[in-house]
C-alpha cells in the first residue's frame, strides 16, 4: 500500500468521527438537560441550554479536528495554478 494511499484511509477515518463526535456532544448534552429537568422540575430551560450547548460544543469539536488532521494540506487550486502544462489560451482577437 502506498503512502497515498494510507494518508487517505486515515483522512476518512477522521472524517468518519466527526459526525461520530457531533452526534455525541449534541444528544449527550441533551440527555443529560433533559435529566437534569426531569430532577427539579424546571421542563423546556435545561434541555434548551444545554441542547445550544451541545451544538457549540459539536461545532468546536468539528472545528478542532479539522485543524488537528488536516493543517498540512495544500489548496487544489494552488498546485493546478503552479503547474506548467496548464497554461492559458492567448484571448481571442475581436
Do not use: C
Not at 55 to 69: C, D, M, P, S, T
Not at 74 to 90: A, D, G, M, N, Q
Request: no cysteine; proline share 5%; charged share 20%.
Amino acid at each position: 500500500m502506498s503512502r497515498l494511499d494510507k494518508k487517505t484511509l486515515v483522512q476518512m477515518g477522521y472524517a468518519s468521527s466527526i459526525g461520530i463526535a457531533m452526534v455525541l456532544a449534541v444528544f449527550g448534552s441533551l440527555y443529560f438537560g433533559h435529566w437534569l429537568d426531569k430532577k427539579f422540575g424546571t421542563l423546556p430551560y435545561f434541555t434548551i441550554i444545554f441542547l445550544l450547548i451541545g451544538v457549540f460544543a459539536g461545532f468546536k469539536n468539528i472545528y478542532n479536528l479539522i485543524l488537528r488532521n488536516f493543517k498540512n494540506e495544500e489548496p487544489v487550486i494552488k498546485s493546478l495554478k503552479r503547474e506548467s502544462h496548464r497554461k492559458r489560451p492567448p484571448p481571442a482577437k475581436a
